[in-house]
Nanobody, 121 residues
Framework: QVQLVESGGGLVQPGGSLRLSCAAS????????MGWYRQAPGKQRELVAVITSGSSTNYADSVKGRFTISRDNAKNMVYLQMNSLKPEDTAVYYC???????????????WGQGTQVTVSS
């Protein structure tokens, strides 16, 4: 069994910062890409940032220059540092990991339960 658990969400004022964390645990053989997605009420889930096992990164245009994704391979964790937050960043943020659970097994994605981020005065 594989579990991804997000933490670090909350209420913050515009211009403030938050750091999200995601811990992957369970039967994991190898983790490839890890990423953060978000979903606002009434909208589709969208990619925020992704980081490969080699630590190359990609960001949505809306967060470039403000958010930074990073990972700790030894701890099976991925982080999202969010600075200069705007009200339009308000959403549930989900962690995703592309991984294998055993040698020679199927590579597939797993999801966390999400953490709420609210940016408001």
């Amino acid at each position: 069994q594989v579990q991804l658990v997000e933490s670090g969400g909350g209420l913050v004022q515009p211009g403030g910062s938050l750091r999200l964390s995601c811990a992957a645990s369970g039967r994991i053989f190898s983790i490839y890409d890890m990423g953060w997605y978000r979903q606002a009420p009434g909208k589709q889930r969208e990619l925020v940032a992704v980081i490969t096992s080699g630590s190359s990164t990609n960001y949505a245009d809306s967060v470039k220059g403000r958010f930074t994704i990073s990972r700790d391979n030894a701890k099976n964790m991925v982080y999202l540092q969010m600075n200069s937050l705007k009200p339009e960043d308000t959403a549930v943020y989900y962690c995703n990991a592309d991984l294998r659970t055993r040698v020679g097994g199927t590579r597939r994605g797993y999801w966390g339960q999400g953490t709420q981020v609210t940016v408001s005065s």
